[in-house]
């Protein structure tokens, strides 16, 4: 069975490829963000997501369950504009209201209570504000090898769990462009620019990608 990691760690094989993959899902969240709103980075991780908003020019809250990924966001991109903190999703200890801007990227597919992280995320989301979450599309990856998985959901599924909180949502697609292949005769990415976000074929996407606004206060 091919080898899991459960997180991107800086200074490890592992980290490049993988990294390229996820940035790009950053990317195309810091795209959709609203300029001066801080930004939450709901399972951020070692941090390297936080740091790329953070140089984008958002004041940045990163939370995590692990305390030796905090750890390891401290020690690889700590700065003044990120507060990493340990913390458990399902109950956050921050104000209600507080973010313009959250990423969920990778994350809920590692929780057992997704509605749990959904409902606190909802919660401190400003009216107006946005998450772009993420997950592992189901019809591409139907068997839940990875250990530190719990499920992955198809187009429909992702949908309709977003849909118990969101009402204005919508569905993007993420794959390679123009895979190589490595010595081992597997796909790699070797840049962001790689990997493609779109709306067409998303059901045969590799990863599943959503944009949920609240509406703002009238």
Known sequence: ?????E????????????????????????????????????GCGCGYG????????????????????????????QQPEIDFQCMDGRQLELADDMFGNVVAIEILEHVQEPRACLLEIKRVIKPGGILVASVPNRKMFPRVDNPWHFFHLDVEEFQALLGEFFDDLEIFGQNRLNPSIDSRGGLHATSYKTWTI???????????LAICRLPAKI
């Open 50 to 77: 936080s740091n790329y908003l953070a140089r984008e020019g958002f004041q940045v809250t990163g939370i995590d369950l692990s305390t030796e990924a905090i750890g390891l966001a401290e020690e690889y991109f």
């Open 7 to 42: 997180r991107i760690v800086p200074d490890t094989p592992q980290f490049q490829n993988l990294y390229d993959e996820h940035i790009n899902r950053y990317m195309f969240a810091r795209g959709l963000f609203r300029e001066g709103e801080s930004a939450l980075d709901f």
């Open 1 to 5: 069975m091919m080898g899991y990691i």
């Open 198 to 208: 779109h709306n067409q074929d998303i059901e045969n996407s590799l990863c599943l």
